[in-house]
């Protein structure tokens, strides 16, 4: 089981899935081994494995995970929004091998497709911004 925090801000339910969950290319797809699990407050979660879609939402970032591999998840199943994922995976194999003929969810990797910037990282934007402002002055 792994849970992933997005901060304070946490990420949006907005129009189609939301969230995508790359399973390691390996064997056989097994996404329903998975369930996939939304917090807002981190102690009481809510499964919203029932949305799994295969449409999957192109999300920056996100280039190099097999899609044959993911599955998508719709935030609506739980609310507007949410701080914690939360993925919990149901193996059958030996221990450690789950590359080698175990079987189950091998996790590779989770995106979202709207979480919101810190206040740093907009001040850290706007620094940017401005640093080539100035270096844009300069040069005319
Ligand atoms: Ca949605």
Redesign the pocket.
Known sequence: MVTYDFGPSGFL??????IVVYETQWGSEESSSANILVSLDGISYTDISTSRSTSIPSIAGATGHSLTFARSY???AFGDLARYLRISGNVTGAPGQSNSGGTGFDLDAVAVATAIPEPSTYAALLGAATLGLALWRRRR
Request: aromatic share 0%.
């Open positions: 339910n907005l129009s189609g899935a939301d719709d935030l609506s």
